[in-house]
């Protein structure tokens, strides 16, 4: 495959920052979003999970949970209120 | 500090009965110094009285790189009990069938002094260790001491959970397979899935080494492994003997209640049909040391089971009737994982994998996951009609081509 773990990162990571605060992301959401941007033949399911996990463990993006797992870009948390 | 005295007469009710009380249990901790339960039981008692809970959940608490383990709690009068703005709990992966050593149990309970509230439940239904109680802040070096000493997260959100086991072949001599090692090796090789919510919705596995099911698999699992044989049950007929002598009616009490009354007794000897017994482990129950389950052993898979959230609860039904079960369990891993594919590209958001299958119907979904039909499926008579799948499976605009060819 042509396309990097990194570089489907990189446009998971603008497509998040694109909707934020509109729409929230789950993993299944993005792996899809970015087979069709890249085509099935560059890109699947495996390297998607790549692309996750370098996100998340470089601390860009963090999971968080309302009603179901979601992907975003760490922001101030609402529900912490003023503690 | 100079608080006023804690009065909570309608938490008190609860320190009445003959069981023990969560509520003397947070005294404890409140009257050990931890400023925390106090606040959680001054809290609780205005809940009482007020009939309006002040819990706020959810967000984006967690460790890096982990999307599971902590599951995030706020209150909504953080001015008020500040030592509660945040109560998060962390969900600590249990060993399987819960054996530890007091030294390991020590260990957990000073890491969660350290950088918690000290309460704990051992153990969530999930099965995992439950640390009740902390901050944002703690949980880094929580998790980092909890990791040095060779504890690991479980699992939260749209994840695989902890998986869990009963105590099997380490305390039980009717487990039909490994319970314990299963469990070990599944935790091992699914730990991304374990950490790294990618599922529509949550996804539990539990693992029983035999019909009894003493982790109630069936009902809480979306997978059940369930422990059983495909030859004989052994029997001891001077142990049989025995029970008679000693008073059984093994008449009434065996084969009277035997489910497809498949044995019998003449006075001397026990006799089964073998075929036509369907492994409920009832005779095995009653008499212990004349019955065993055979020595060709392994697990029935089963999927589905949840509790009402959108839809009713439901148990789970027979994917594959008889399964060995054996290291590197790849016929195992392979189907688990057939199952994840199929759910996460066609599941909704929250869709358990039970709905799943009953939205789409039995039989699209076993083509889908490529497991043929078999007659073990049917859990009643005149259900699920496993023999006309071929013909009602309808592809995705096929009605309309045959409109036009007709
Ligand atoms: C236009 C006429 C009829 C239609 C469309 C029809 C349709 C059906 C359907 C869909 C079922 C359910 C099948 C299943 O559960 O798999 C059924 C069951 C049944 N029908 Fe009919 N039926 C018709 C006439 C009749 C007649 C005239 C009789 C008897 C004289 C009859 C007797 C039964 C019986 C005994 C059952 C089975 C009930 C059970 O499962 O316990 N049906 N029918
Ligand atoms: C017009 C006449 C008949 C009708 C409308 C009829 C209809 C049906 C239907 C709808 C079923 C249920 C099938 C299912 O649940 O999937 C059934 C079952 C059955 N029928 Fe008939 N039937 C007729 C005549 C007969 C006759 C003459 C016999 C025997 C000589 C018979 C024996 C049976 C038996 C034994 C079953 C039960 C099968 C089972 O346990 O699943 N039926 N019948
Ligand atoms: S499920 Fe069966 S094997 Fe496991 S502990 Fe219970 S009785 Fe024993
Ligand atoms: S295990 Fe159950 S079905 Fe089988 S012989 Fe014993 S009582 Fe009957």
């Known amino acids: 495959m042509a396309v990097t773990a990194e570089q489907v990162a990189d446009a998971m990571y603008d497509l998040i920052k694109e909707y934020m605060g509109k729409k929230k992301f789950k993993a299944a959401d993005l792996t899809k979003a970015m087979i069709e941007k890249f085509g099935e033949d560059q890109c699947d399911k495996a390297l998607c999970k790549q692309a996750i996990r370098l996100l998340v463990d470089s601390g860009r993006c963090v999971y968080t949970y309302f009603g179901g797992s979601y992907i975003e870009i760490p922001h101030a948390e609402g529900a912490a209120g003023g503690a | 500090m100079a608080e006023p005295q804690r009065n909570t007469p309608l938490l008190d009710e609860l320190k009445k009965g003959p069981w023990p009380s969560f509520v003397t249990q947070i005294e404890e901790m409140a009257d050990a110094g931890k400023e925390a339960c106090d606040q959680l039981l001054r809290l609780l008692e205005r809940s009482y009285n007020e009939k309006i809970g002040h819990w706020k959940h959810g967000g984006i608490v967690g460790v890096m790189g982990y999307g599971g383990g902590v599951i995030g709690r706020y209150n909504d009068l953080p001015e008020e009990f500040p030592a509660i703005a945040h109560f998060h709990t962390m969900r600590v992966n249990m060993p399987s069938g ?119 698999s069936i009902a809480r699992a ?44 003449d006075g001397n000897e026990l006799k089964i049909d073998d075929e036509n017994c369907v492994r409920c482990m009832h005779c095995i129950n009653a008499m212990p040391k004349a019955l065993r389950p055979g020595v060709d052993t392994g697990a029935t898979i089963l999927l589905g089971a949840k509790a009402p959230i959108v839809e009713g609860a439901q148990l789970s039904s027979v994917l594959v009737p008889f399964m060995k079960i054996e290291p590197p369990y790849e016929e195992l891993y392979d189907l688990i994982e057939r199952i994840w594919d199929f759910w996460g590209e066609h599941g909704k958001n929250r869709e358990r994998v039970g709905e799943l299958m009953q939205r789409v119907g039995l039989g699209n979904f076993l083509e889908a996951i490529g497991v043929e039909p078999v007659p073990e499926m049917v859990a009643y008579p005149r259900d699920n009609p496993y023999i006309f799948y071929e013909e009602y499976f309808v592809e995705e605009g096929e009605e309309e081509e045959e409109e036009v060819e007709a």
């Open chain 2, 98 to 216: 819960w054996f530890y050593t007091s030294d390991a149990l020590r260990t957990i309970c000073d890491i969660w002094d350290r950088h918690g509230s000290g309460l704990t439940n051992m153990h969530g239904s999930t099965g995992d260790i439950i640390l009740l109680g902390t901050t944002t802040e703690h949980l880094e070096p929580c998790f980092a001491e909890l990791t040095a000493n060779d504890f690991d997260l479980g699992g939260s959100g749209s994840d695989m959970r902890t998986p869990s086991c009963c105590v099997g072949p380490a305390r039980c001599e009717w487990a039909c397979y490994d319970t314990l090692a299963l469990t070990h090796d599944i935790t091992n090789h699914f730990q991304d899935e374990l950490h790294r919510p990618a599922f529509p919705y949550k996804f539990k596995i539990k693992c029983s080494g035999c019909p009894n099911d003493c982790v109630a």
């Open chain 2, 222 to 265: 979306d997978l059940s492994i369930i422990g059983t044989w495909r030859d004989r049950i052994r029997i001891d007929q001077a142990e049989v003997r025995n029970y008679a002598a000693a008073g059984l009616n093994i008449e009434r009490e065996v084969c009277g209640n035997c489910p497809t009354k498949c044995i019998e007794w």
